[in-house]
Nanobody, 120 residues
Framework: QVQLVESGGGLAPAGGSLTLSCKVS????????MGWYRRAAENQRELVAV???????DYGDSVKGRFTISRDSAKTAVHLQMDSLKPEDTGVYFC??????????????WGQGTQVTVST
């Protein structure tokens, strides 16, 4: 069984910052893609950022230049630094990983989600 535990969500003012973290544990020996998706109210889940084992990184268009994804050296945790937050960044953020697949589609394992709310 694979567990993804997210932390760091909460309330921030517009223009502020938050950092999300996701720790992976359990029966998984390799991880290729590690990333974040989000779902705003009544919207579909969308890519926020993803990174793969070879160091490749991709961001959703709406967060480019404001958010930064990173993973720790052991590659069992992924972080999302969110700066210059906007009210439209509000939503539930999900950690997502896959042992094999890279970018292009969500991975196999999901966290339970953490709420991010940006106030005006």
């Amino acid at each position: 069984q694979v567990q993804l535990v997210e932390s760091g969500g909460g309330l921030a003012p517009a223009g502020g910052s938050l950092t999300l973290s996701c720790k992976v544990s359990g029966s998984i020996f390799t991880i290729n893609a590690m990333g974040w998706y989000r779902r705003a109210a009544e919207n579909q889940r969308e890519l926020v950022a993803v990174t793969t084992n070879d160091g490749s990184i991709d961001y959703g268009d709406s967060v480019k230049g404001r958010f930064t994804i990173s993973r720790d050296s052991a590659k069992t945790a992924v972080h999302l630094q969110m700066d210059s937050l906007k009210p439209e960044d509000t939503g539930v953020y999900f950690c997502n990983i896959d042992p094999v697949r890279g970018m292009g589609s969500p991975g196999r394992y999901w966290g339970q989600g953490t709420q991010v709310t940006v106030s005006t």
